[in-house]
Structure formats: C-alpha cells, structure tokens
C-alpha cells in the first residue's frame, strides 16, 4: 500500500506523524506523494484560526488529490470539533493518535482490508473500531517497537522522543489545553528504553519534547519524583553505560521549556555537562509587556522573564536562546509593542518565531472588542522579523570562529549546538557527530 502522513503543527505533532509513518513502513507500506497515496493521514493543528484554516485545507486538497484515497484526520484539530472533518466526505476517518497508532501498528488489519477492497470490510468498521478501543496510556500513543523507530532516510537526523503531553495552563489566546487535555507525563523506564534504541540504531542527537515539557515529573516506583533535570540525569548515565567507552555517545536537546519550569538543578545540569545536554534553550516569550502577559494569563512579568535570562547567561555563558512572540495580541498599544522589541534586544536572542496574533475561537482572547487591526498585526510582526534577523546576525557572529559539535544532516549541512544550520564539508557522513569551528556565515 502506497501512504502519505501530512504534518501540521509543533513538534509534538512532528514525533506523532513519525510514528505513524514508522509503523506503516515497518508493515512494508512505501511513501508517496497525496495523488498517488491509498491513504492519507493527516495530523492537524488547531492553535490559532490560522492553522485551523491550514488544516482544513490540507484535509481538502488530500480528498482531492485521489478520489479513491482513504483519508484519516488526527490530532488535535478534530480533538475540538471532529464534525467539520467527517463532513467533509465519507472517505474521511477521524480517529485519535493512539488508538490509530495501535491500528497502523499491526493489532488490525482493517485499514489494509478497506484499502484493497475487501466486501466486508468498510471505512465504517474502521471507525467502529476507533471508538471501541480504549486508550491505555501514554506509552501506546508515542512508542512503536523496535521495528518502528523513527531513524533512517524517511526521518530526520535530530530524533523527536516525546516525554509528556497535555497543560495544566490556559492561556486566554491558547485552546491546545482543552484539544490535548490534562498535562501527564511518559514513565521513565519506557523514555529510556526507547532513547537507548535509538541510540542503537545511531541516533546521535536526541530531542525530547512535550506539550508542556517543563512540567515533566513521573515517579520511579519510590517516595521521590523525577523532573526533567532528573531525567535528563537518568539519560545521560543510561547512554554512557551503552556506550562503554566506544565514544558513541549522543547529546540531548530540550526542545521548548516554560520561563517559570527553568529549575536551579535543571541550569546547573545545562552548565555541566559540556554540551551533551545542547547549550540551547527554546524560551517563550510571547510579549514583553507586562501588561499584556497578565491579559494573556502569562504566569510572569516582562521584568521576570529578563531576570532568568539574566541568570541563565551567567551561569551558561554560550547559550543561546531563542522565543516565541506574538504581535498585535488584543489590546497591545504601540508602546507595549516597543516594549515587547526592547525586551527582545535585551534578552539577545538568536531567533524570534514570530506570530502574529489569529483569533481563535473558543478562547478568551476572540471574545475581547478592542482586537488589533490586520494590517497592524502584520506590520509588528515584520518589524519583529526584521529585529530577528539583526539578532540572528548579531549573536552568530560572536560565535563565528569558536568550536562546537555539529550534527551532520545531509551532504555539505549540519546543525550545530547552538541551533544554526551550516555548510560543512560534504565529505562528513550523514548522522555523525563532530566538532568543528563555526565558519563566518551560517545557512539559516
């Protein structure tokens, strides 16, 4: 059978369309493009309007693209309002990512039956299917056995383990809390089961991830309960023990941390470890007014936000930091605006991911009256791409020339510690890991 998975959204997403594409490959199924595919999963977003609209349209062109495909929407999306997706055709399956997981893993051959026509067998049962099996946790919805890993030519060199889903928090702008639920977090033993497969199969960097990831704790079966600085411990030691002095180690990268989840015990982790943990730190900001944090329901200050970076600087030197912003959030005045790109200039951080602010229905935020205007919004977020680029610029070239371990992710590219891509000799083999100076310029 011939497939498509089509990712949408954050990296969270990246790791779960992963895993459905490892579990089709591992059953013999080949990738394809939409208008060639049998069956098309879609792994949708629902964080502001404008992915919705993404979504949709995504879930449209892969109908169209093959009037005979199978078309399975997931993910969080249809998490808020399956009936859009399920309208769209009758070919369209909506099913939630861990029992299609278990599907697409071997425990039903449903989808194959449908797919070659088989008489009994209907998209119906499919969705009969879906809604008789129960999840039974976390470990069903991201782990796939041995077969399945998500390392190889199809994947990406940098492997996505996640270790938590779900947040406790709302912001007034956000509706993923209610679309993934409760933040909980994966077991130890199963995160480092599955790292020391990967790093096995040679994956050399290892990006743990999460909708809340800061928020990580699990128990070990005794009184304490580990964090995210004491699993990143356990991660370490697991993989120096596999590596037994074959010098195979792999490094860890945290993939995004809240500003209130940066712990004593996680930055002296950070500082220490010689960058096995990547001296890169993914800090959303969001807005440096203090003013519009509070009206997001931001659990610090502008204020606050700059006394941890202050802190991570000193006690991490070569750090580097990049952040989330929104422009034209409702309400913001010009000046809070200039706020937010003085905030931003005074952190120093090497890349803004910039937003600008999409009304999402079924928050606070949508309800308010004094919504910024569109073209406003879209002015901010140029002047912030603008600062971004400066910053970008700015931060590299103080690096440039310096030594730093690379991972090597095709012919001639690598991607370095501190998260820039650069050119790198094309002699250097796929997947490695080395140490190199950082040339003048970087590719992106």
Known sequence: MKFQVINLGCKVNRVESDSFA????????????AGDA??????????TGQAERKTRKATHQALRANPDALVVVTGCAVAIDAKTYTDMSDRVVVAPKGTLLQVLEGQSSIIEDVLAGDKDASAGEIVHLLDRMELHGFEDTTHTHATALRIGESFRTRVGVKVQDG?????????????RGPAWSRSVTSIVDEVLELAQAGAKEVVLTGINLGSYHASTGSASEVRLAGLLKILLEATDRSARGTQELIRFRVSSIEPRDVAPDFVQLLSSTQGRICRHLHLPLQSGSSKVLREMARPYS???????????????????????????????????????????????????????????????????????????????????????????EQDYAARAGS??????????????????????????????????????????
């Not at 050119?423 to 140490?435: F, H, I, N, Q």
């Open 22 to 33: 490892a579990a089709l490959l591992a059953r013999g199924h080949v990738p394809t493009d």
């Open 38 to 47: 049998a069956l098309v999963v879609v792994n949708t977003c629902t964080v």
């Open 167 to 179: 947040c406790d928090n709302a912001c007034t702008y956000c509706i993923v809390h209610v679309a």
């Open 302 to 392: 502008a204020e606050r936000f700059c006394e941890i970076v202050d802190d991570l600087r000193v006690q991490v030197p070569s750090l580097s930091l990049t952040t989330d912003v929104i422009a034209g959030f409702p309400g913001e005045s010009e000046t809070e605006f200039l706020e937010t790109c003085a905030v931003c200039t005074t952190c120093g951080f090497s890349k803004l991911h910039v937003f600008p602010y999409s009304l999402r229905k079924g928050t606070p935020a949508a309800q308010r009256t004094d919504q910024v205007p569109h073209a406003l919004r879209f002015e901010r977020a140029a002047h912030l791409r603008q600062l971004s680029d400066h910053l970008r």
């Open 403 to 444: 030594e730093e371990r690379v991972l090597v992710e095709g012919a001639g590219h690598a991607t370095t510690e501190s998260y820039y891509e650069i050119a790198v000799p094309e002699s250097l083999e796929s997947g490695s890991l080395v140490r190199l100076p950082l040339p003048k310029r970087f590719l992106s």
